[in-house]
DNA sequence: CCTACCGATCGGTAGG
DNA sequence: CCTACCGATCGGTAGG
């Protein structure tokens, strides 16, 4: 039904001209969609930028719609990976460290798919596709409120700021790196996870003059 | 040229319809721009939600790339404000103290403006109204690291975290409660301001349990 | 001559 | 992978 699937795992003869894949076609198309917006982008911007014609492209795809549920399935599924792995409970480990992992993944993850959790965080659940991983956004939003309170509870964090309000502040500073962190920049993706994590859990005061 | 203007001080008597005035028509666009994205609303849209025709909408207002660029030019202004009033030098008030102000205020106008400065941090520069915009954005932006950089110069901010990075993080997670933040909801804007700039300042760890 | 619209349609372009 | 198109809808405007 569909030319979409696990990429050949032997490269086969090819006719024709070399061309593209899924997966390059995929990556333009995700860097245009944050360039311009998703709906601001046509499949005509697309088979320029990709020096094909607009139908040269649905040999390779189905739908605009298709490569946009790709590019929100691979941040979805990095997300849930870091948020399953590391905010899982574990003997000897507190919902604060495990909380601070969540945090430093999540960097990674950013900084590595910046340009598919853009698009994810972007969303405004305008077709099936985007209902769907509005759906999954919101469970992983559940996950981190759980941890940020469970680490309210057992005393390591502040108690007079509702947890869910902690959650959204810390994942909202979290995410804003999206907006401006470009990987040839001037920040390793480990001083950005250092320099979050510090501002989050420390503050940006310095300790002897945080006083108003 | 153009029927937009400062509404009629006192209103005038009227024949046909009473209808609609620009800014009426101005805060349900802004409402669906947000909604639905600026590219995914058609003027159509617009016109339905109204109880308009098409044509009507079109008796107030120029374009929709105008409304587009009224709804900036709100956020712009109010933002424009607080960065110029509140990061302002003034004699016995420290830059640690204007920047908790400007955080605070900024706040207020995210609150009270919501969805216009929304609308702004969305902005792609798709064209000129959206690359003048991003213009005067960055203006606001190369205000604040400055004035981060004096807090840190001062003394008064931890200086192991590069200033502009402490700036773009502090309003990333400022600018993120146009994400979730409804007036109608559980937050007050007080409550919003406080939880904000404790948690920048002073951060979320006790500060008894914050060494890991 | 005005404000406040309507029904119909313009030239172009969207995704497919 | 192209030329040649479709059904529909886009932002915007005509006359009345």
Redesign the interface.
């Known amino acids: 039904m569909t030319t979409i699937g696990p990429a050949e795992p032997a490269p086969r003869r090819r006719r024709g001209r070399p061309g593209y894949d899924q997966p390059a076609i995929l990556r333009t198309a995700i860097e245009l969609f944050n360039?311009?917006?998703?709906?601001?982008t046509s499949m005509g911007d697309l088979a320029r930028e990709l020096g094909l014609t607009k139908p040269a492209i649905y040999h390779h795809v189905t739908s605009k719609e298709q490569l946009l549920g790709e590019a929100l399935a691979d941040a979805l599924d990095e997300l849930t990976s870091v948020v399953t792995e590391a905010s899982g409970e574990r003997d000897g480990v507190s919902a604060?460290?495990r909380l601070?992992e969540v945090v430093r993944r999540s960097v990674e993850v950013l900084v590595a798919h910046q340009p598919s959790v853009t698009l994810l965080l972007?969303v405004?659940g305008?077709s099936e596709v985007e209902l769907a991983a509005l759906e999954r956004r919101r469970w992983l939003d559940d996950r981190l409120a759980a941890l940020v309170a469970d680490a309210v509870a057992e005393?390591?964090?502040?108690d007079?700021?509702?947890p869910?309000?902690?959650s959204?502040?810390?994942?909202?500073?979290v995410?804003?790196?999206v907006?401006?962190y470009r990987p040839d920049g001037?920040?390793d993706h480990a001083?950005?996870a250092?320099?979050?994590t510090?501002?989050?859990?420390?503050?940006?005061?310095?300790?002897e003059?945080?006083q108003?």
């Not at 360039?35 to 601001?40: E, H, L, Q, V």
């Not at 005393?155 to 502040?158: A, D, N, Q, V």
């Open positions: 360039r311009r917006g998703y709906d601001a604060y460290q601070r972007r405004r305008n005393g390591s964090l502040r007079n700021v509702p869910a309000l902690v959204r502040l810390l994942f909202g500073m995410n804003s790196l907006e401006w001037a920040y001083v950005v250092d320099a979050i510090a501002i989050a859990f420390d503050g940006l005061a310095r300790h003059a945080h108003v």
